[in-house]
């Protein structure tokens, strides 16, 4: 084990899935969201297969016991993804990486009702507060639904983060049943080629031609977000789950330099507040897991922020 590694590695990976969601949310004006999860998807493909043939794992890695499985995983990610992408269209970029930390919050309550896992006194008092927080990171954008245009585009785009966080966390659920029985690097592929050929079906609703600038932006998008996944599930192979899973909320700070530089975003006071309390949410809920000996790392290693 070498914790420093990964954690390196898990900040690496933090920080290339912000730079991609940014690249999504370059083009979002223009380029609808299934496009981008198509985009996305293709384009992690070859570098997950050039990162398994340098492993030696091509022919023991793509096995598949539970086509299923994989299949419904694939579903409600890509479904988390398309929602994730068009929430970038609608809300700064700090707003939607706070709201999405309510996906490991949504977890713990379906771990409990789907997988009868016993959820202590802890973790759901750790998950009353992180709802807490969301609550206030949304009030404002809720109460803005009827309001001018801008408001209200800003409001359906709360709502968008909010269920695509719903997707992702019942997408870790069936990573949790899925790790069981499938090899990492299985879950990891066909997750992208699930998301690719799913995201196909959206062609009728307005995909565009976009430029060489816009294409060039989601090509790298995809190459990125390929590169995020493999730093990603690397870093639990140095360092236990419960020692870099807080990394994850590096991302918020990742999210207000990126947003504040490239897109002129500036984080409310209510944004950070709500923020802080969600993150030292999902932070307690870490620990409580760790000291309760449950096993995260193989599902930690393959969940993406978008799904």
Same mark, same amino acid.
């Given at each position: 084990?070498?914790?420093?590694?990964?954690?390196?590695?898990?900040?690496?990976a933090?920080l290339?899935?912000?730079?991609? %969601?940014?690249?999504?949310?370059?083009? %979002? =004006?223009? &380029? $609808?969201?299934?496009?981008?999860?198509?985009?996305?998807?293709?384009f992690?493909?070859?570098?997950?297969?050039?990162?398994?043939?340098?492993?030696?794992?091509l %022919?023991?890695?793509?096995?598949?016991?539970?086509?299923?499985?994989?299949?419904? #995983?694939?579903?409600?990610?890509?479904?988390?993804?398309?929602?994730?992408?068009?929430?970038?269209?609608?809300? *700064?970029? $700090?707003?939607?990486?706070?709201?999405?930390?309510?996906? *490991?919050l949504?977890v &713990?309550?379906?771990?409990?009702?789907?997988?009868?896992?016993?959820?202590?006194?802890?973790?759901?008092?750790?998950?009353?507060?992180?709802?807490?927080?969301v609550?206030?990171?949304?009030?404002p #954008?809720?109460?803005?639904?009827?309001?001018?245009?801008?408001?209200?585009?800003?409001?359906v785009?709360?709502?968008?983060?909010?269920l695509?966080?719903?997707?992702a966390?019942?997408?870790?659920?069936?990573?949790?049943?899925?790790?069981?029985?499938?090899?990492?690097?299985?879950?990891?592929?066909?997750?992208?080629?699930?998301?690719?050929?799913?995201?196909?079906?959206?062609?009728?609703?307005?995909?565009?031609? *976009?430029?060489?600038?816009q294409t060039?932006?989601?090509?790298?998008?995809?190459?990125?977000?390929?590169?995020?996944?493999?730093?990603?599930?690397?870093?639990?192979?140095?360092? =236990?789950?419960?020692v870099?899973?807080p990394? =994850?909320?590096?991302?918020?700070?990742?999210?207000?330099?990126?947003?504040?530089?490239f897109?002129?975003?500036?984080?409310?006071?209510?944004?950070?507040?709500?923020? %802080?309390?969600?993150?030292?949410?999902?932070?307690?809920?870490?620990l409580?897991? #760790?000291?309760?000996?449950?096993?995260?790392?193989q599902? #930690?290693?393959?969940?993406? *922020?978008?799904?």
């Amino acid at each position: 084990m070498n914790p420093l590694k990964g954690i390196a590695l898990k900040l690496c990976a933090v920080l290339l899935f912000i730079v991609m %969601s940014a690249l999504i949310k370059a083009v %979002s =004006d223009t &380029v $609808p969201s299934g496009q981008a999860v198509f985009f996305r998807s293709v384009f992690a493909i070859p570098v997950i297969l050039i990162w398994l043939s340098w492993r030696h794992d091509l %022919s023991t890695g793509l096995r598949v016991n539970s086509p299923m499985g994989h299949f419904w #995983r694939g579903f409600v990610g890509t479904t988390a993804m398309g929602l994730g992408f068009a929430a970038l269209g609608l809300l *700064p970029l $700090p707003e939607v990486t706070a709201l999405g930390y309510t996906a *490991p919050l949504l977890v &713990v309550i379906f771990a409990a009702m789907f997988l009868d896992e016993k959820v202590g006194v802890f973790r759901i008092g750790a998950v009353m507060l992180g709802l807490l927080g969301v609550i206030i990171v949304l009030l404002p #954008r809720l109460t803005t639904l009827s309001g001018p245009t801008v408001e209200t585009a800003q409001a359906v785009g709360a709502i968008l983060v909010i269920l695509s966080a719903t997707c992702a966390a019942l997408a870790q659920i069936y990573i949790r049943k899925l790790v069981k029985t499938e090899q990492t690097s299985a879950i990891v592929f066909y997750f992208s080629l699930t998301a690719t050929l799913l995201s196909l079906l959206t062609i009728p609703f307005g995909w565009v031609m *976009p430029t060489l600038w816009q294409t060039s932006l989601l090509i790298l998008a995809g190459l990125i977000g390929g590169t995020a996944q493999i730093f990603l599930t690397s870093a639990y192979r140095f360092a =236990d789950a419960s020692v870099i899973a807080p990394f =994850d909320y590096a991302s918020m700070l990742f999210a207000i330099i990126i947003g504040f530089v490239f897109f002129s975003e500036v984080p409310t006071k209510q944004m950070l507040i709500g923020a %802080s309390l969600v993150i030292a949410a999902g932070i307690i809920i870490i620990l409580c897991e #760790r000291y309760l000996g449950l096993q995260r790392g193989q599902a #930690r290693a393959i969940k993406t *922020p978008q799904g």
